[in-house]
């Protein structure tokens, strides 16, 4: 006979379950990851680079693991900080699973580093639906992207813990509207601070190491209205 | 698209289901998506069929419904549906203080199967009158 059965599953359990495990045991090695999202070309790679430097300049224990579809040049630029870095190439996959990044970090880096910096794949929509056991979200925009980027990506944007808005050094040339696009990360996710940065001329880099220490640290983070229902 | 990466979760899921119970043929999947869960429904379908092919769910039909997003204030007691893109603050209060009631399921709520291994049960030839 034919017979309906009520399965009530979220189909991404397997990757919460995966990433609740992960983060229980980063915490028991003393080990904070952040999660880097933004389109491809955002800055990710500029401003890691940027944040290892004055990692390294602080004495704060860091590393870096950038995911691609292909290539190891943003290993080969965040390697120059000296600190451990380590390229994952994600064979045609659009963006980094719990299960994926729990490989990748099994006795890598040291135990007691604090910060593991994880740059996603670039791509707002996809790396979105993946919790990879991070303490701090963070999503990046560039000023030449438009200020609409945060409506056209609501669940990348809602489920920011921090918003960060790169090449600030290049805003006036191509008259990015700050204001408006604050106003759009604010529809989507209330109460979300927005940053400011530019790797280029160093301002404002300071701001994601803070943020990333803090949460390290068990400063509570923002709680994104999208991120209190699923499944 | 990670539409391939969630409709290989599903059939995982519901392979597993019907292997436990015993089950061979998988008639229907019912997907529960919200309008925030960030999945393009026509991309899971057509990534679902490419998923089934060679696993205990091949041949089954997915029925997608979608859940509209809703919110809601409790300071101000009111309920709004957010919209896509969505609007997340109190249209009432302008505050923060804002739970999401729906929109963003990602869910399996239920699956059809025959369960009986002697009722072959898909579409059986309709007997030919006259
Ligand atoms: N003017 C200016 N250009 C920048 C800044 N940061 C990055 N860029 C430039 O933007 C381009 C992309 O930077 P990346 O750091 O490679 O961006 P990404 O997000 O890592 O890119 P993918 O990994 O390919 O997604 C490069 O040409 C950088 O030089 C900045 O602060 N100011
Ligand atoms: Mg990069
Ligand atoms: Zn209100």
Known sequence: MCRVVELQ????????AAAGILRGELAARGTSVVNILSSPGSGKTALLEAELLLARERGVTAAALTADLATENDAMRLARSGLPVKQVLTDGLCHLEADMLAGHLRGWPAKD???VFVENVGNLVCPASYDLGETLRVVLASVTEGEDKPLKYPTAFGLAHLVIVTKTDIAEAVGFDEAAFRANVEQVNPGVDVALCSARTGAGTGVLLDRALAAADGTAVHMPVMAQARA | MHEMSIALAVVDQVGEAARSQGVTAVRTVRLLIGELAGVVPDALAFSFEL???GTAVEGAGLAIETVRARARCAPCDGEWAVGVPPRLACPL???AT????SGRELRIAAVEWHDDPADPGVREPISQEG
Do not use: P
């Open chain 2, 51 to 53: 998923a089934c092919a």
């Open chain 2, 93 to 95: 209060c302008g505050r």
């Open chain 1, 113 to 115: 580093t604090r910060l």
């Open chain 1, 9 to 16: 599953q979220a189909v991404l359990a397997g990757n919460d």
């Open chain 2, 98 to 101: 804002v739970e999401l009631v």
